[in-house]
């Protein structure tokens, strides 16, 4: 939803030669040929851009481990399940990535609410190419100024297949209600497959991105805990295990999840 199409100079956003990495930006907007069209925009400018369509997407992206640390986000009001002033109150609350508001609702009564739920700017629809990346780079340059790098994101909890897990209290509960009493290592394990759902996973990516928290692991003592970890949560005889096995390969944490 640009407001001239006749803008054709888009400011670069790194000057030739800059030793500044591209920063990463997310896009959060579920018209997908809007998405797209920001993306392109971003992009032109140096930019690295990832679209999603939804807060789901969103926090899955934030949570996943090892994923591209985010340097800025731009997010839609009008958006499916929890609006764009909610997701941001739950960005606030975890962490310091700056946000942009791009909304329709561009009232001064909803600039107020956008900007008090903790984003840095606030930018109506229709917008203008030259505009929008004017704010963002604003926003970029006074984040690169306070040296205050974006926090890694931690959600609060994990839901999934009626079990839920708190990951700061490092509980896990099954769907009966009762609590599922794991070692520190099962617990490593479980968050790091969490943080990347429907993904598979070999022996020794799993191994490399638990080795910071699980002392002395090898690939024998992953397929261990794994082992463990599965028989604690129901074991193989489920129907569809929350946690598969993909022969010859590695593992699949297969179930949905719901990021609190």
């Not at 140096?46 to 800025?72: C, N, W, Y």
């Not at 997701?87 to 956008?114: F, M, W, Y």
């Amino acid at each position: 939803m640009l407001q001239s199409a006749a803008e054709n100079a888009a400011p670069a956003g790194l000057a030739k030669g800059s030793s500044q990495s591209p920063s990463h930006i997310v896009v959060v907007e579920d018209d997908a040929a809007l998405r797209t069209l920001i993306a392109r925009l971003l992009r032109e400018s140096g930019h690295e851009v990832t679209g999603v369509a939804g807060g789901k997407e969103l926090f899955r992206l934030m949570a996943a481990e090892g994923s591209q640390p985010i340097d800025l986000i731009l997010l839609d009001i009008m958006l499916p399940g929890e609006d764009g002033f909610t997701l941001c109150r739950k960005i606030r609350e975890h962490g310091n990535i700056p946000v942009i508001v791009v909304s329709a609702r561009g009232q001064e009564a909803d600039r107020v609410t956008g900007l008090d739920a903790g984003a840095d700017d606030y930018v109506a629809k229709p917008f203008g190419r030259s505009e929008l990346l004017a704010r963002v780079r604003a926003v970029l340059r006074r984040a690169r100024e306070s040296h205050v790098r974006p926090e890694v994101f931690v959600p609060e909890r994990f839901d999934f297949a009626g079990w839920r897990y708190h990951v700061r209290r490092r509980e896990l509960y099954a769907p009966s209600g009762a609590e599922v009493i794991l070692t520190a290592a099962e617990h490593e394990l479980l968050f790091t497959l969490l943080r990347n759902p429907q993904l598979t996973i070999g022996r020794e990516r799993l191994l490399e991105l638990s080795r910071n928290r699980i002392a002395g692991a090898n690939d024998r003592s992953i397929d261990v805990l794994v082992s463990r970890l599965r028989n604690k949560m129901g074991g193989v005889r489920r129907t569809m295990p929350i946690i598969r096995t993909v022969r010859g390969v590695g593992y699949m944490f297969a179930a949905d999840i719901e990021i609190g």
